[in-house]
C-alpha cells in the first residue's frame, strides 16, 4: 500500500539521517579528539622553545593596523624548554587577585593579566579537582594573556612600557571588587605611566591607563589592547560549535585556529564592537568603548613550530600636550560564558554584560548557532524551572511536557488521523483482495476511502517531524551552554551534558575494563541504564500500532530501537533521558486518543504476539 510505502521511506530516511549526524557529530569528533591528545602527548615530551608576544614597542602604526606581535627581545637566542605555571607565575613580581569567582594575578614585568583560575568551575564532576585556567604566563607550555598599553607614533622616541618594563604597584593588596590595583611606571624622559585595575564579581576588568607629559614637547600616543595565545588549542572539533577567534564588527566573525592559520591575518574597522576568542565554555573578549572607532584585527603567527594567535584593536591617536594629561580606558571580560552574565535575554534577568554596557550582541559570544529562535527558548525554559526545582533534570522532564502541550492540538489531530487509518485497515485489506494484480486501482479506491473517512496520509509523519527541531534545539544547550556542564539528575547522573557512565558491557561497573578504548568499535560499546531505558520506551512505541503487513518494512520497526539505542548511548544523557520521556508521553497520548476514536490500542497484543513468534 501505498501508506506502508511511505513510511517506509520515511524510517529509513530517518534512520540514515540520525545515522549521519551521529557519525558526524560524535563518532569522528571522538576520533579526531583522540587522535589530538595522541599528538599532544607527543609534543609534550619535546622541549620546544615558547615565544612571548607582544605589542611592538616604539611602532609606527599605518592606517588600518594595529598592534603586531613580536617576539621579546632574546626570545629567539636560544630554545628554553617550558617551565611550570607555578615556576613562571614565580619568576615576576604580581599583584594578586582576589574575588569570589576569579583567583590569580597580574605580572608587573609587562604589567599583563596573565594568571586566572575560574574557582567556581572544576576540571571533572569532583568538586576537590583543580579549578579551570583560564590564563597562563609566557613560558609555560601554553601562554594566554591580556595586555593593554600605547604604541608611539611616527617619530616619537621616548621610551615606550612593552612586556619588559616592570612596573611599580601604588600602595598594596590583592585586587578584589572593592579594591583596585594602580600600577606606575615613569620611562625617565618625562612621560609618566599610570594603570589602575578595577575588578568587578563576576568576570570584567576595567582598565584605566593615563599619560603624563612634563618633557619638552608634545608626544602622540595610539592606544591598544590585545588577547595573545600560543600554541593551538585543542577544541571538541565539532561542526555546530565554534571555537577560535570571535568579534561583532560589523557583524559577526567567527574564525577556527586553522581558518585563521590559512588567512594569517584579517583588518576591521568597526565602531561599537568587541573581539576575543571562546572555548566551548570559556571567553575571553577585548570590550572597548561602544563609540570608538576600531582598527581591529585577527591574525596568527609562526614562530619556530608554534603557531601564536591574537586578537587586538588600535584606537585613534591622542596627543598629550606638555604638562598635560590623557587616558585611555579599556575592559575586559575573562570568564565562564554564563547565559546570565554574558547577556542572553533582557527580559528574563539575563541582560548581563550585553545590556549593562550597551554592547553590540555580545550574547553571541555564545554559539546558539542557525536555530537560535528555538535554541534560545529551549535554555530560557529550562533555566526558569531550575531556577524552582534547582535541578536541570526535572527541568528536562517539565519543559517536555510544556512541548507537548504546545503541540498537542497538532499532534491530537495527526494520531486521531493514524487511529482513522487504523480503523480502516480492513476496507483496504478487502481492497488487495479485491484487486489482487491491479495496484492502480488499489490506490485509487484506497484514496477514496480517505477522503470519504477525512483521513490524511501523511498525518502520522507529523509527531516525528515535529519533535526533530525540538530534539536539536535541547541537543544544543546541553552542548553549549556552561549552566548544563556537570548539573546532575539523580542517582549516577552526574553531569547531564556528558554520555550515561555506565555500561552494559562492564556489567555497569563490575568488569574493571573499558570496551570504548578498543579500536574501530569501540565506540559503540557504551550502552547505559539510560540509552537502554530510551530504547525499551521506543519499542512500545513501535508496538503500540499494528504490526505492518510488509516484511520490509516490519524489518526496520522491529530493529529501529536497537539501531537508536546504540546511536544515542553516546549523546549527552539529558538527551537520552528527554527521548525516553517523550517516548512515554507519547504512548500515553496515542492510547488515549486511539480509545477516544474507538480504536483498539494493541500495544500488550503486539507484545505478546512478538514474545510468541520468539517462543515458537
Known amino acids: 500500500m501505498m501508506t506502508d510505502n511511505r513510511n517506509t521511506i520515511l524510517a529509513v530516511i530517518l534512520s540514515g539521517l540520525v545515522l549521519i549526524a551521529w ?265 572597548p568603548d561602544t563609540s570608538a572607532l576600531l582598527q581591529a584585527r585577527f591574525s596568527s603567527n609562526l614562530n619556530g613550530n608554534v603557531h601564536t594567535y591574537q586578537t587586538d584593536y588600535l584606537l585613534d591617536p591622542v596627543t598629550v600636550a606638555i604638562g598635560g594629561t590623557t587616558t585611555a580606558n579599556a575592559r575586559l571580560f575573562a570568564g565562564a560564558k554564563e547565559a546570565g552574565v554574558v547577556g542572553v535575554f533582557p527580559f528574563a534577568g539575563l541582560g548581563g554584560y550585553n545590556k549593562e554596557l550597551g554592547l553590540n550582541h555580545f550574547d553571541l559570544l555564545i554559539d546558539w548557532g542557525w536555530f537560535y529562535f528555538i535554541t534560545k527558548p529551549m535554555f530560557l525554559g529550562l533555566d526558569f524551572f531550575y531556577r524552582f526545582f534547582g535541578n536541570f533534570g526535572i527541568s528536562i522532564l517539565l519543559v517536555t511536557v510544556i512541548v507537548k502541550l504546545l503541540f498537542f492540538p497538532l499532534a491530537n489531530k495527526s494520531y486521531a488521523s493514524m487511529a482513522k487509518m487504523k480503523s480502516v485497515q480492513p476496507q483496504l485489506q478487502a481492497l488487495k483482495e479485491r484487486y489482487p494484480d491491479d495496484k492502480v486501482k488499489q490506490q485509487q479506491e484506497m484514496m477514496e476511502i480517505y477522503r470519504k473517512e477525512k483521513i490524511n496520509p501523511v498525518a502520522g509523519c507529523l509527531p516525528v517531524v515535529i519533535q526533530i527541531p525540538v530534539f536539536f534545539s535541547l541537543y544544543k544547550v546541553l552542548f553549549v551552554t556552561i549552566e548544563m556542564r556537570h548539573a546532575p539528575f539523580f542517582g549516577w547522573i552526574k553531569d547531564l551534558s556528558a554520555p550515561d557512565p555506565t555500561n552494559l558491557f562492564t556489567l555497569f561497573g563490575l568488569i574493571p575494563f573499558d570496551p570504548t578504548t578498543l579500536p574501530v568499535f569501540g565506540h559503540y560499546l557504551a550502552l547505559g541504564i539510560w540509552p537502554i531505558i530510551m530504547g525499551i520506551t521506543m519499542w512500545f512505541q513501535m508496538k503500540l500500532n499494528p504490526t505492518p503487513p510488509d516484511p520490509t518494512q516490519q524489518l526496520i520497526f522491529n530493529w529501529m530501537p536497537l539501531i537508536f539505542t546504540f546511536m544515542l548511548a553516546g549523546f549527552p544523557a539529558g538527551l537520552v533521558i528527554y527521548w525516553a520521556w517523550n517516548n512515554t508521553l507519547s504512548v500515553l497520548q496515542q492510547s488515549f486518543i486511539m480509545r477516544r476514536n474507538g480504536v483498539k490500542v494493541e500495544l500488550f497484543d503486539n507484545l505478546k504476539a512478538t514474545f510468541a513468534r520468539k517462543a515458537t
Do not use: C
Not at 565539532?238 to 571555537?243: R, S, T, V
Open 23 to 287: 557519525q558526524y557529530f560524535y563518532n569522528v569528533p571522538a576520533m579526531e579528539k583522540q587522535r589530538a591528545q595522541q599528538q599532544t602527548q607527543a609534543e609534550l615530551q619535546k622541549t620546544a622553545p615558547q615565544p612571548t608576544a607582544s605589542a611592538t614597542p616604539g611602532a609606527t602604526p599605518q592606517s588600518g593596523s594595529a598592534p603586531a606581535p613580536t617576539t621579546a627581545p632574546g626570545a629567539n637566542q636560544q630554545a628554553q624548554p617550558a617551565v611550570s605555571r607555578d615556576a613562571a607565575i614565580a619568576a615576576s613580581p604580581r599583584v594578586k587577585i582576589d574575588t569570589p569567582r576569579l583567583a590569580g594575578s597580574i605580572s608587573l614585568k609587562g604589567g599583563r593579566i596573565d594568571d586566572l583560575a575560574l574557582l567556581q568551575f572544576r576540571e571533572t564532576v569532583d568538586p576537590k579537582s583543580p579549578p579551570i585556567i583560564l590564563y597562563s604566563p609566557s613560558g609555560t607550555a601554553e601562554p594566554y594573556y591580556a595586555e593593554f598599553g600605547w604604541v608611539a607614533a611616527t617619530g616619537v622616541t621616548s621610551k615606550m612600557p612593552d612586556a619588559q618594563t616592570v612596573w611599580q604597584q601604588e600602595g598594596s593588596g590583592s585586587l578584589t571588587p572593592n579594591s583596585p590595583a594602580v600600577l606606575k611606571w615613569d620611562n625617565g624622559e618625562g612621560l609618566t605611566f599610570r594603570r589602575t585595575i578595577s575588578v568587578d564579581d563576576h568576570y570584567l576588568f576595567t582598565i584605566k591607563d593615563d599619560v603624563s607629559n612634563v618633557g619638552n614637547a608634545p608626544v602622540t600616543l595610539y592606544p591598544f589592547a590585545l588577547i595573545s595565545r600560543h600554541g593551538t588549542p585543542q577544541v571538541s572539533g565539532y561542526y555546530i560549535l565554534h571555537e577560535g577567534l570571535i568579534g561583532y564588527l560589523d557583524g559577526l566573525q567567527e574564525y577556527a585556529y586553522k581558518k585563521i592559520d590559512e588567512a594569517k591575518s584579517v583588518s576591521f574597522k568597526a565602531t561599537n564592537g568587541w573581539l576575543g576568542m571562546t572555548d566551548k565554555y570559556w571567553a575571553s573578549a577585548l570590550l
